[in-house]
């Protein structure tokens, strides 16, 4: 997972489960797991803008709208925005588009949830071990260009305060 198309402001929680945990979080989780818990939609509605400027070309803009729905336990939350690095460091460049959403309710007596996250960023570097601007003898650059989409649905059904049932 590259966690550079996600926006630190909008995890809630970091869980760290330890050990192989691979019949509830796949295959890739032999000896354990980080679960980021995005924030969850709010009581009250709520909406922002925000805008950063830096040095050497840096910028952070976006919109947050969170909120309730008319459904039993429900609302909603989704973000958008965009970042430049700027050119800090010779070579180095990130440049992002993202947006994600979150919709959860309580349908046919589960808690569920609809979250949907959305990248788009282009990034160069000079390679890891190449010694960077100062060192690097070659002087080619990585290159990344990456589109990525994941949508996930969860569902939770709590029979009895010791019994729940997670799909």
Do not use: C
């Amino acid at each position: 997972f590259d966690f550079s198309s996600l926006q630190t402001d909008q995890i809630e929680r970091v869980e760290l489960v330890n050990g192989p945990q691979s019949a509830l979080w796949g295959s890739g989780s032999l000896s354990g797991s980080i679960h980021v818990v995005t924030h969850s939609n709010s009581e009250e509605p709520s909406h922002s803008i925000y805008g950063e400027l830096g040095n050497e070309g840096y910028y952070r803009a976006g919109l947050n709208n969170a909120g309730p729905i008319d459904l039993p336990s429900g609302g909603y939350s989704f973000n958008i925005g965009t970042i430049r690095s700027g050119d800090q460091l010779e070579g180095s460049r990130f440049d992002s588009e993202f947006a994600d959403g979150k919709l959860s309710a309580e349908l046919l007596g589960a808690i569920s949830q609809l979250t949907f996250r959305y990248a788009d960023y282009e990034r160069t570097s000079f390679p890891e071990d190449s010694g960077g601007p100062a060192f690097a003898i070659l002087r080619e650059l990585d290159t990344e260009d990456v589109r990525d989409f994941s949508t996930a649905l969860n569902m939770s059904w709590v029979i009895n305060e010791q019994f729940s049932n997670y799909v």
